[in-house]
Nanobody
């Protein structure tokens, strides 16, 4: 598993914004897919957004038009810009990487991993 470190969560009022960051650590050559999931208490973890390397982003219907996923390929980092936040966006947000190629391990040994999660609370 590849180590992913998340940051940027916090408490915000409805209508506010937050930007989450997730950086993959290690001697990484490339990451095929990076995505964001979220899980609210008592709910299943759900996919929020994903983006393949060199591709276009995809979003859950619940966040379309409000959230933006982006990647800094050189830094092995994925971001989630969250605007117009609603109370129902409250959850722990997890980043995930798949198809991670690590230098020295060959291209036939892709890795993956999850971030530790960061809490986003939207409340007045």
């Amino acid at each position: 598993q590849v180590q992913l470190v998340e940051s940027g969560g916090g408490v915000v009022q409805p209508g506010g914004s937050l930007r989450l960051s997730c950086a993959a650590a290690g001697n990484i050559y490339s990451i095929a897919v990076m995505c964001w999931h979220r899980q609210a208490p008592g709910k299943e973890r759900e996919l929020v957004a994903d983006m393949i390397r060199g591709g276009s982003p995809n979003y859950a219907d619940s966040v379309k038009g409000r959230f933006t996923i982006s990647r800094d390929t050189a830094k092995n980092t994925v971001y989630l810009q969250m605007n117009s936040l609603k109370p129902e966006d409250t959850a722990v947000y997890y980043c995930k990487a798949d198809g991670v190629l690590v230098r020295g391990e060959g291209w036939d040994r892709p890795r993956g991993g999850w971030g530790q999660g960061t809490q986003v609370t939207v409340s007045s």
